[in-house]
């Protein structure tokens, strides 16, 4: 027991040592959990936990921490130890903030002469209670101001020292002027008593009422200096703000160059030389949602305006559907509109290539509002007025530059930024950010939680970097204060802390395991062995991966090959749930296509299509059927186009995207001889095999069975003999067309009959309902 305290309490010291050395501690989420596991009423619990509590509130402090949360930690730190100098240092360098509206208190309601004695009277009890109120309040204060000078060795800044010295000798006069005012008021009060009162107590009332009201205005403009002060203290350059952004660090430099050039331009200028060619303010900021596109253009704005670049450091901020008008002459006014708002400063306009829609109709005014924005870029009356900053994906700004042969050259290449996803390392500082904004602190299990959330949620190109984090900080909180037990709600520390179970994701059971599933197909036994196979091989690499070792390639990328019906569809889709389940996959869905899916009618927009439909397959298995069909037999068709783009796609894409090639095996074949990065790519070739005539007798029998219908022994034997008989064509969907057929059979012959059918005979299949159904088949 003595041990476990010793190491305690070295712990407790490593946390101190950290704070001296760094200015901050690393992992402030274990100090709040070891302070939640504390009982203070052990031993010296107290007095340890202060300590805790005051090394949480400096570190967090020095990380620019809101004070509000900071003064709460410090006041229960000397809740737990009144004597804790650091404290108590604290709290006497921001004590004065809490008076900052003492004197408001002061506030009188006007004595007129035309009013009744009665009226009077209660004028005089409202007088008579603020300043009994007041009075109480200032000499609480005046003691405990008087301590923080007296005992100045808790206060290390000489400017908090003089304005504590200020307020003091401020409330003394203020208190002289309101003890003054109670006694000139109960004096009026008695002059009441008689036929006649005299007006003199009453213009002394006034006139220390005007004393107080003078008096307040010097206590307001005392703290509104101090505040004025402390603000210019912490007020930071836009490329401080900038190199304070995380990540982004090729964009920081492109941009500290651009910084550093404007402001050699400046002071150039202030030198006398002249520019005739100015650089361009027009930019294109390039990124996926959440990379902080919106954020950078307010940051260039205030670099425009810092450096006299542009006079107004506003940046207006517009759309598609802010611009584009639905009659002729509309967009062109709206654009105006914006421009004019925007003069002096910056317009930004987000997803700009929406003005520019694909297979855009006679109606749709997009390409007039590109037109104007140029036109009003150039022109006399607004040229060079005013910066605009274009936002939005980098696939979709390539082609919109060309809407306009001016607009290209409007934005050079060296004002194109391109901002990239976030790693998840830095998405994790930003998530600490935010939970910081809001007073919480993540412990080292919430943050490991809300990486995996993260990975989970990083799928495709819609991926919301920040936005996303932003989302999740802020549902855990929803968590948090929804499973929060009302016993716990004094515990301030439970208003701090962030833990792993606020980010855990509950998700409903799914009631089909796709390992049964894969056990209850029939037949397909070495189908199913292979896939077994896989799924192990995958959870081995990722327990590997888990503990530190080395990881074998995963290939998982197949080829299924087999006649129609054979279950490759089936069998794909439980693939999809199986590499869900073990953690490969995010999603786990399966996206069936074939060759129309892919292949457009012109050049260029197989491509668009083939990369759209791998978008929807992201996070799980692209299933494309009868494959081979890819492989066009004309010298001009776009297949090669597919072929092509699905091999750079999986490249690009790795362990985020599974593809299964299904169809024939020699046709696959020649597919995957077509392309050398096709063929290497597919490793795991499955074969399904033609169900035998008893497993498509037991195929419809669980088919059957789904809606209690049930075969007679008969019929059965009926099945096995036709199919020994004569060839049939697919296989398992032959099976389910041939139950379908069969129960419609049924349901003729017994709706045929004169008496009304028995429930028990509604779920019997006969040899008579199979033998039409043989029938029907046939003949179709």
């Known amino acids: 027991m003595r041990q476990d305290r010793e190491q305690f309490l070295m712990k407790v010291q490593n946390w101190e040592n950290e704070l001296h050395e760094r200015g901050s501690v690393e992992n402030e989420g274990d100090i709040l959990r070891t302070l939640q596991h504390m009982d203070v009423k052990e031993d010296d619990n107290?007095?340890?936990?202060?300590?805790l509590l005051t090394?949480?509130?400096?570190?967090?402090?020095?990380?620019?921490?809101?004070s509000s949360v900071v003064l709460t930690w410090m006041e229960k730190a000397k809740e737990l130890n009144p004597a804790n100098t650091r404290v108590n240092e604290y709290l006497a360098t921001f004590e004065w903030k809490k008076n900052t509206h003492l004197l408001d208190i002061l506030t009188f309601p006007p004595i007129r002469e035309t009013d009744n004695r009665q009226a009077k009277k209660q004028?005089?009890?409202?007088?008579?209670?603020?300043?009994?109120?007041?009075?109480?309040?200032a000499e609480d204060t005046i003691e405990k101001i008087s301590y923080y000078i007296q005992s100045a060795t808790y206060i290390t800044n000489a400017d908090i020292l003089v304005l504590y010295e200020k307020m003091k000798n401020l409330l003394e006069e203020t208190t002289e002027e309101s003890a003054s005012l109670l006694k000139a008021t109960s004096e009026y009060e008695n002059s009441l008593v008689g036929a006649f009162h005299t007006a003199v107590h009453l213009e002394e009332m006034k006139l220390h009422l005007a004393a107080i009201e003078a008096l307040k205005k010097q206590w307001s403009a005392l703290f509104a200096d101090e505040l004025e002060r402390e603000e210019a203290e912490e007020a930071v350059s836009s490329l401080e703000e900038l190199n304070h952004m995380i990540g982004l660090e090729a964009v920081k430099r492109k941009l500290n160059d651009f910084y550093q050039f404007f402001k050699y331009q400046k002071i150039r200028k202030e030198k006398g030389f002249q520019t005739k060619d100015e650089v361009s303010l027009n930019m294109i900021l390039t990124g996926n949602p959440g990379t902080g596109k919106t954020t950078l253009a307010r940051l260039i704005a205030k670099i425009y305006h810092e450096l006299h670049v542009l006079p107004r450091k506003e940046v207006v901020e517009v759309d598609r559907s802010q611009l584009v008008g639905s009659y002729v002459g509309q967009t062109e006014e709206n654009v105006r509109q914006a421009v004019e708002r925007a003069l002096g400063g910056v317009l930004f306009i987000d997803e700009a290539y929406n003005l520019k829609r694909e297979g855009q109709s006679g109606n749709d005014y997009g390409q007039t509002a590109i037109d104007t924005l140029v036109s009003l870029m150039t022109g006399n009356e607004y040229g060079g007025k005013f910066a605009v900053i274009l936002a939005g994906y980098p696939d979709e700004m390539r082609p919109f530059l060309d809407a306009n042969p001016g607009l290209r050259s409007r934005f050079p290449m060296s004002n194109h930024i391109s901002l990239p996803d976030y790693t998840n390392e830095e998405l994790i500082i930003i998530g600490e950010m935010i939970a910081s904004d809001n007073d919480y602190i993540l412990t080292d299990e919430a943050k490991i939680a809300l990486e995996e959330r993260i990975e989970k949620e990083r799928v495709d190109d819609s991926f919301g970097n920040a936005r996303t984090v932003?989302?999740?900080?802020?549902?855990?909180?929803?968590q948090k204060g929804a499973h929060q037990s009302v016993e716990e709600k004094d515990d301030i520390l439970q208003f701090s802390l962030l833990d792993k179970q606020d980010f855990i994701q509950y998700e409903p059971e799914?009631?089909?395991?796709?390992?049964?599933?894969?056990?209850?197909l029939v037949g397909l036994?070495?189908?199913?062995?292979?896939?077994r196979s896989i799924i192990s091989f995958v959870k081995m690499q990722k327990m590997r991966r888990d503990h530190g070792l080395p990881v074998v390639p995963i290939q998982l990328h197949s080829v299924f090959t087999g006649n129609p019906g054979t279950g490759k569809t089936t069998v794909a889709k439980i693939y999809a749930e199986l590499l869900k389940e073990c953690g490969l996959l995010k999603r786990g869905h399966l996206i069936v296509t074939s060759r129309a899916d892919f292949v457009?009618?012109?050049?260029?927009?197989?491509?668009?299509?083939t990369k759209r439909k791998i978008k929807d397959a992201l996070g799980g298995v692209l299933f494309i059927d009868e494959a081979y069909s890819l492989l066009g037999q004309s010298s001009g068709d776009f297949g090669k186009e597919v072929i092509d783009t699905l091999v750079d796609e999986m490249t690009k894409h790795n362990e985020n995207l599974v593809v299964v090639l299904a169809g024939y095996p020699n046709e696959i074949n020649l597919l995957l001889e077509s392309n050398p990065g096709l063929q290497s790519r597919f490793k795991k070739f499955l074969h399904f095999e033609d169900y035998t005539n008893e497993e498509i007798l037991q195929i419809m029998k669980l088919y059957g069975k789904q809606f209690d219908f049930y075969l007679t022994e008969e019929a059965e034997q009926f099945i096995l003999s036709e199919l020994k008989e004569q060839q049939i064509e697919g296989n398992g969907r032959f099976a389910a067309n041939l139950m379908d057929e069969s129960i419609q059979a049924q349901a003729r012959r017994l709706m045929g009959s004169?008496?009304?059918p028995k429930v028990e005979e509604a779920v019997v299949i006969m040899k008579e309902d199979v033998q039409a159904a043989f029938g029907k088949i046939r003949k179709e």
């Open 123 to 137: 004028t005089i009890e409202i007088y008579k209670a603020v300043c009994g109120q007041f009075l109480t309040m």
């Open 600 to 609: 457009a009618g012109y050049v260029g927009q197989t491509a668009i299509k």
């Open 525 to 531: 036994e070495n189908v199913k062995e292979e896939v």
């Open 470 to 478: 932003r989302h999740l900080i802020l549902d855990a909180i929803f």
């Open 754 to 756: 004169s008496s009304f």
């Open 55 to 66: 090394i949480l509130a400096l570190s967090a402090l020095s990380k620019g921490k809101k």
């Open 510 to 520: 799914s009631r089909d395991n796709p390992e049964e599933k894969l056990s209850g």
């Open 46 to 51: 107290h007095l340890v936990a202060s300590q």
